[in-house]
């Protein structure tokens, strides 16, 4: 008898709490769409209400499948309970995760349990502690130097911007706004992706709106990754990856980029050989940070050929330097496409197999608005939207209605050019101009760039002193050149740069030795004082071999 209650109450239980679950959801839909209809968007309100009714659908049936589970005989003592794909026993342990094989082998392979409870320090493996930005922030503030190592612009946004933002607050966008994305935002993004990729986005199955890119890109490894996976990443690759990998308890793997020709050339052939049946992602970011590489329509297809071979395998867009593209090498069509960038989930066959991840903060310069976003395919989006309500209810409400009309008057003539995004690649193409001149004024090589706002230098040509190679720091206790040549320039001569060896593995740091990387989003008498300092500085160290 007591077993038979219990299994009642069991039963019991799930109902209540799937019940729970349908009217927070349903009140979540009618609250959302009470936002659209007093902004008098009837079509969005009917869409939210109506697309409750799959949920209850699917909840019924999920009943079904309980009931039909709990029916079976078990001559188990502890019964099964079914729902949601898996089944689960009295203690909890589902009977999936019990026959895993990699719950069986984990510990041997991975160096890990499927199960073990590790803590946030153990899975970053050593990425704790001092950081290259914690350093060389501090260099900063204790030297007055000038800042060209971080990536954001030292002047103000654009007047529209700052009116949107001044607008959205006037106007009384105080409160939470949908979690998944504000409905004016999805709305208007999805207009636009509509375009960019050619084909129809639904607003609010297939995007979802993040605090930031860095949320956007954690979400995305988060809802795809198991242990175990492997994901790819092409380095120099911006170090938030590989944290972010780790902390999904998934294992990165690096294929390098190798500096031939003052280019950064990419190798096929050797990714191919890196992607095995154990890949669950390759990371993609075009343009490319800290490189400024944009890669060609050739080399996104051959991935795409790669990904094909692969149906495991999902591709992590990174691309939130889309607008500020230099060159124009391949499809960039304006008013389709953002001038010079191939989206890559616009490839055949690749809108299924691509989480795209964006943000305002790079094209509009206000990094600290923190609004990203992922555009991907309802069977992604689905598990990025179940996520966010236990990271923040949402994004900041006053920042995301700003940015519906930041984004739509961008597209609108400025300052005499066709619209905010021509002037902006105007204005960064100039300034890469005047920063490559004046690191070769300095003595310092710049790799090609295509996009972004970061320029590599190639260092070879000038000394770096000796006390600076022979002594460790807390972020990098085995002294590189490239580390070493920043200090220096930073201690001795006031100007602040970013060593490349932490876009490296440790195996391919060897690569990063001769290489610095600059950024030149910063107003044009900032970047001509630091150029000013540093040609002083080569001038007293230049290698004979140079002049």
């Given amino acids: ?53 799959p949920s209850l659908i699917g909840n019924k049936e999920k009943n079904k499948n ?28 589902t009977q999936e ?6 719950a069986d082998n984990s510990t041997k392979q991975f160096g890990f349990s499927y199960h073990e409870k590790l803590s946030v320090t153990e899975r970053l493996e050593g990425w704790t502690g001092p950081t290259v930005w914690s350093e060389f922030q501090g260099l900063a503030a204790e030297t007055g130097g000038i800042n060209l190592g971080q990536g954001y612009p030292n002047w103000e946004p654009p007047d529209f911007v700052v009116a949107a933002a001044k607008r959205a607050v006037s106007e009384g966008f105080h409160q939470y706004t949908r979690t998944s994305g504000h409905p004016q935002l999805v709305e208007h993004l999805a207009q636009r992706y509509s375009r960019h990729l050619g084909r129809t986005i639904d607003p609010f199955n297939e995007i979802a709106i993040t605090i930031g890119a860095s949320q956007a890109l954690f979400v995305a490894f988060q809802a795809i990754l198991q242990p175990g996976d492997e994901v790819v990443l092409l380095e120099p690759f911006f170090d938030l990856y590989i944290g972010q990998i780790r902390l999904a308890r998934a294992i990165p793997k690096f294929v390098p980029l190798k500096p031939q020709n003052g280019r950064w050339e990419f190798d096929a052939d050797v990714l191919r050989a890196a992607v095995t049946e154990k890949t669950r992602a390759i990371v993609i970011n075009t343009p490319h940070n800290p490189t400024g590489k944009v890669f060609s329509i050739e080399e996104l297809q051959a991935i795409a050929d790669i990904v094909r071979a692969h149906p495991r395998a999902v591709v992590i867009s990174d691309e939130v330097y889309k607008y500020i593209v230099h ?32 943000s305002a903060g790079k094209s509009f310069s206000v990094t ?46 400025y300052k005499g050019f066709e619209s905010y995004y021509h002037w902006m690649r105007h204005e960064y193409s100039d300034k890469k101009k005047l920063m490559e001149a004046g690191l070769r004024g300095a003595g310092i090589i710049p790799m090609e760039a295509q996009g972004g706002f970061f320029l590599i230098g190639e260092t070879t040509a000038i000394d ?48 990063a030795g001769n290489y610095v990387r600059f950024a030149f989003c910063k107003k044009d008498e900032t970047i001509t004082e630091a150029c000013q300092k540093m040609k002083i500085m080569a001038a007293e160290n230049l290698r004979t071999v140079y002049h």
């Fill in 1 to 53: 008898m007591d077993k038979k209650l219990r299994l009642c109450f069991s039963v019991y239980a799930i109902l209540v709490w799937q019940l729970s679950c349908f009217c927070f959801d349903f009140n979540q839909r009618i609250f959302h769409a009470s936002l659209l209809s007093k902004a008098g968007d009837a079509p969005s309100f009917t869409k939210l209400i109506l697309s409750t009714v």
């Fill in 66 to 93: 309980l009931s039909t589970s709990l029916k079976s005989k078990n001559s188990n003592p502890s019964p099964e309970i079914c729902f949601d794909g898996g089944c689960t026993n009295s203690e909890g342990v």
């Fill in 97 to 102: 995760e019990n026959s895993s094989p990699l």
């Fill in 327 to 358: 060159a124009e090498p391949g499809d960039g069509i304006e008013g389709a496409h953002p001038a010079g960038h191939t989206h890559f989930a616009n490839l055949p066959g690749m809108w299924d197999r691509t989480i795209t991840v964006s």
């Fill in 368 to 413: 600290g608005w923190g609004i990203g976003w992922v555009v991907c395919p309802a069977h992604f989006t689905k598990e990025i939207q179940l996520m966010l309500p236990y990271m923040q209810f949402c994004a900041s409400t006053p920042m995301q209605e700003a940015m519906v009309h930041v984004l739509q008057q961008a597209d609108e003539p």
């Fill in 464 to 511: 770096v002193p000796k006390v600076y190679l022979e002594k460790g720091t807390p972020a990098m206790p085995e002294m590189t050149r490239d580390w070493a040549f920043c200090r220096w320039m930073a201690l001795e001569h006031g100007v602040i740069a970013i060593p490349t060896s932490p876009f490296f593995s440790k195996p391919n740091r060897y690569l």
